[in-house]
Structure formats: C-alpha cells, structure tokens
C-alpha cells in the first residue's frame, strides 16, 4: 500500500524560482490537503481539496497555488519562491466525514523545501 | 471558532515512566478530537481518534486519552513508556466533520530517557 506518495523529498531553492510538489493517493479519497509544518507551530492548512477539479484556501494560503485535475493528484506550486516559504510540507488525504463525521487524514512522509 | 492548545512543547519521562501529554480544546459545539504521532523524517500517523461513542478511547501501541467535556480536555496517556515512544505528539480538533476545520495543536515533543 503506497498510501500517500510525495515527490520530490527535499529540494533547494533560490529567491524568485518556481516549483512544484506533487502528490499522488491510491486510496480513492476525495479530500486532499496540503500543510505546511514550522517549528514551534504545528501543522497550518494551505489549501485543500473537496473533490475532483475542486481547491479552496486554507489558514496561510498567500504565495502558494493548487490544483486538481485528477482525484488522486494534488498539485502544489510556488511562483515565486520566499525565504519564508522554507518549511516541511505534508500531503494528506481522506475519505471525508464518513458515518462517524470524524475527518480523519492519511498523511504523506513530508517534502523539505529550503529557499535560499 | 476552535482551537487547541498544548501544554508542554517538550516532555521527558524515564523508560517505563507514566507518559501524559496534555491537551485542551475550545469549541462551541461538540467536537472531534484526534491525537497523531510524527516519528523523525515521517508524515503524521493517527493514534486515535474520539468520536462521542466512548469518553475512553484506546489507541494503537498502548496509548489511550480520556475525553472530559466539563474541563475540555483530551489528554493522552500511556502507563508506561518505551524509547520507541520518542516522537513529537499532535493533538487536533474538528467540528463538524468539515473538510477545513480541523485545526492542529502545536505539538509536544516526547523524549524517552534510559
């Protein structure tokens, strides 16, 4: 079971460049979620996704943009890399709200993101 | 609105030591709650989750935490603790199920000593 699949592990950027994180789930689940996580400050919502072709902003949304063109890909892009943009950032999926209403999310190994 | 706050961004205990790791909630309706683990260099594992069936809910590798509504709170405990315990500890709430509102605590960070 491949779960959630986040590529590339780690990159380096420079000020002003742009680049794509990709991640891909093999579970069917109709939401995904990309977060980004900073010391001393959990995990904050960027943007996430209620289903196929579907995107909605989260808590810090500003500098980052999505896509969902299929169901089981969510893309996250960055135009125009920061400093602060520097962080680990986590993919996650789930089914929804199921019977339980619970949310409960599968998460990705994480991408490390440094910009330079 | 909802928010969870954390007590302690590091706790240390003693191999074999009682572990609590603390956890209080804000909201205006009754809400889900969540404890996830993050081992080094991974994602984010759930260690269980309460929905309303039982206030005491079990969790996977002997962990289990209490839901208590008249001091909302959702501390996680395990009565004793193991070096492969050592992880950062996240609690998280979400009300009503919404696909946004799950709201994450900042972590605590548990180091097992020898």
């Known amino acids: 079971n491949a779960g959630v699949t986040q590529t590339p592990k780690f990159r380096v950027l420079k000020t002003g460049q742009s680049m794509t994180l990709l991640c891909a789930q093999d579970m069917n689940h109709e939401y995904m979620y990309w977060y980004r996580q900073d010391p001393g400050m959990g995990l904050r919502l960027i943007h996430y996704?209620?289903?196929?072709?579907?995107?909605a902003k989260g808590e810090v949304p500003d500098g980052y943009n999505v896509s969902r063109l299929k169901k089981q890909n969510f893309l996250l892009g960055l135009e125009s890399a920061a400093p602060s943009q520097t962080s680990v950032y986590f993919c996650?999926?789930?089914?929804?709200?199921?019977?339980?209403?619970?949310?409960?999310?599968?998460f990705g190994a994480g991408s490390r993101l440094t910009v330079l | 609105a909802q928010s969870v706050t954390q007590l302690g961004s590091h706790v240390s205990v003693s191999e074999g030591a009682l572990v609590l790791l603390r956890c209080n909630y804000s909201?205006?309706?009754?809400?889900?709650l969540f404890w996830y683990v993050q081992y080094p260099n991974q994602g984010l594992q759930l260690l269980l989750k309460?929905?309303?069936?039982?206030?005491l809910v079990k969790g996977i590798n002997g962990f289990e935490a209490e839901f208590k509504k008249s001091e909302t709170s959702f501390h996680l405990t395990k009565p004793s603790a193991h070096m492969s315990d050592a992880a950062e500890y996240f609690c998280?709430?979400?009300?009503?199920?919404?696909?946004?509102?799950?709201?994450f605590g900042s972590g605590t960070q548990l180091t097992v000593l020898p």
């Open positions: 996650a999926s789930s089914l929804g709200t199921g019977n339980t209403g619970a949310n409960v999310l599968t």
């Open positions: 996704s209620v289903g196929e072709g579907t995107t």
């Open positions: 309460y929905t309303s069936a039982a206030t």
């Open positions: 909201s205006s309706v009754p809400p889900y």
């Open positions: 998280a709430v979400n009300v009503g199920g919404s696909a946004r509102q799950l709201t």
